[in-house]
């Protein structure tokens, strides 16, 4: 079985983010592989273990994600293909264009995994578009997932805690959301290991690919931090009967 | 002028109170607003979308297809009614289902879609949404034909703006596709309000040490028509299910209360509930960090201030 998994490179989300100029952010700050990309790695690295076959991690990134690719490489998958572009924030149907091309460069894959979304732009929508790129059928919010006589089955979660269960042929896309499953920490072997695996690199230039850039990100705003809490003092009884009053008559958010 | 699509979302036939808000969003200088309306009673649904300024409501239907069990389908039908009626503006609520339905009319029109919206400005084709989970907020330009926009729960302000409103049938050519088939949906075991839209949310922490401990906060929770949160820490050790976890990795939640009992405050959590209108701090430790970003705080044991606050809500 032939495996993909899209590997997005972001900023840890404990970092502090401080916007520069009209729409970047400082980046000299730790990056590493989207949270939900390691429910989608540790899937593939399970079902390759089940069923034989490769793994194989695409990146579009900077040329600084080899780290992340590599951290990722260490966690059960083969090879990896790291697609290098100048910017972090991409348009949505740019990357899934991309990430479709290389794909279909590498040769046909059984299952792609992906996240349900990317930390940083929250864009919850490239494994979608490239699903529709590669006219296979996609199933976001994965909490679980199997394989059986060429059918994939997933369930996905939706509103106020009710699940669907979803039937898909193959190949097909399966976006992860935490739940899904419980990641490795990699081994010092595996990281070793890691460091010899493939990788391949692609400037996007040499793709050959006209990008539509449906969106632009005009600007970025710090949103500031709320200064601290008023503290309400006092017996436990008296400082509960003060909160409601001001939850009710100050702040008008409860009747 | 400008014909904006609003894709309702319903439970029961009604319509959900969190479709307020998108339908405001979609008001402006004699915008022409068509609500969505697919497996519900369009006509029980009229008094209501009126209210909020609909002049249409397309009852949407597949061709013998079960639009329901085929979101591909549906997505299919819901373009159809765009190209039919020549709404280029489509919106709808950032849920799962609105995101999910969303994402495919955007894949397959090949058009730009922005999700989790604060704010649409449809004459400009701008959005306001967050990057970085709540650190900062991101000013977007859609470039094109349509424009597709997934606003979260409880952004807008919802605004009456009185309409009448006309029922339509509509009924589109999707075929049939096998590619990808819900099969069933497990409903869950309470009919409690969606975490993502509630107006009032109580959540604990690590120290509610178990699942029977959470009654106290659904008794607070109960007392304001809330529901019950939970951090990761409650999720990982079994207090709390998956599906109530906010934050990062859990909801992204926007009430106008929300009330953190015995949680420190970390910035995943913050992640989900930034946004939310008053945030208020149940904590023993007096430098515990969420008190260095929240509205208001009690210094206690959650067992003692919780039920008090529960008795307090019922005078
Ligand atoms: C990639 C990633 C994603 C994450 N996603 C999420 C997420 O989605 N949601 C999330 O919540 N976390 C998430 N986390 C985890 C997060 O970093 C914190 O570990 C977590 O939020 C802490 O949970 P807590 O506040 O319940 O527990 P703790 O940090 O242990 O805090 C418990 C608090 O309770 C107080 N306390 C103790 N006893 C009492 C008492 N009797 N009465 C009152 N107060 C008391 C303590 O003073 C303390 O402040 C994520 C982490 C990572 C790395
Ligand atoms: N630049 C990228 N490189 C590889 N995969 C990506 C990239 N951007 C997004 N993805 C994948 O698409 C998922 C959803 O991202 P998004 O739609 O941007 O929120 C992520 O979890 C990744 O699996």
Known sequence: ?255 | MTKVAVLIETTDNEVKAANFGVLTAAHGDGHEIYAFLTGADAEGCKAVLGKYGVGAIISIEGDGADLQAKPDLKAKAIIAAMKEYETSVLLALSSSEGRDILARVAASLKVPLATDCLSVDISSSTVRKPYFSGKTIATLKMNGAYFLSAIRPNAVEPAEAPAEAAVISFTAVVGDYDGLVVKEIKQSSSGKVDLSEANVIVSGGRPIGSEENFKILEECADAMGGAVGASRVSVDEGYAPHSIQVGQTGKIVNPRLYIACGISGSVQHFAGMKTSKVIVAINSDKDAPIFNKCDYGIVGDIFEVVPALTAELAK
């Open chain 1, 1 to 255: 079985m032939k495996v993909f998994v899209c590997v997005k490179n972001v900023p840890d989300t404990a970092a502090n983010i401080r916007v520069v100029g009209e729409n970047s952010f400082d980046e000299s700050i730790k990056f590493l592989i989207n949270p939900y990309d390691e429910y989608a790695i540790e899937e593939a690295a399970r079902l390759v273990e089940k069923e034989g076959g490769e793994v194989v991690l695409v990146t579009v990134g900077k040329e600084s994600a080899i780290k992340t690719v590599r951290s990722a490489l260490a966690l059960g998958s083969h090879r990896a293909i790291l697609v290098t572009t100048d910017k972090q924030f991409l348009d949505s149907a740019d990357t899934a264009a991309i990430l479709q091309k290389v794909m279909e460069d590498d040769g046909p894959a059984d299952i792609i995994f992906a996240g349900k979304q990317a930390v940083d732009s929250e864009a919850m929508q490239t494994a979608y578009r490239l699903a529709e790129g590669l006219n296979i059928p996609i199933a976001s919010d994965v909490t679980e997932f199997s394989v059986a006589n060429d059918k994939v089955s997933v369930e996905r979660e939706i509103g106020g805690g009710e699940r669907e269960i979803i039937e898909m042929t193959m190949p097909c896309v399966v976006a992860a959301s935490k739940g899904l499953n419980e990641p490795r920490y990699p081994k010092l072997p595996d990281v070793m290991k890691a460091k010899k695996k493939e990788v391949k690199q692609i400037a996007l230039a040499d793709l050959g690919l006209t990008l539509t850039s449906e969106t632009k990100l005009v600007t970025l705003e710090q949103v500031p931090d709320r200064s601290g809490a008023k503290i309400i003092g006092g017996s436990v009884s008296g400082g509960v009967a003060e909160l409601v009053k001001i939850l009710r008559e100050d702040e008008k958010v409860i009747s």
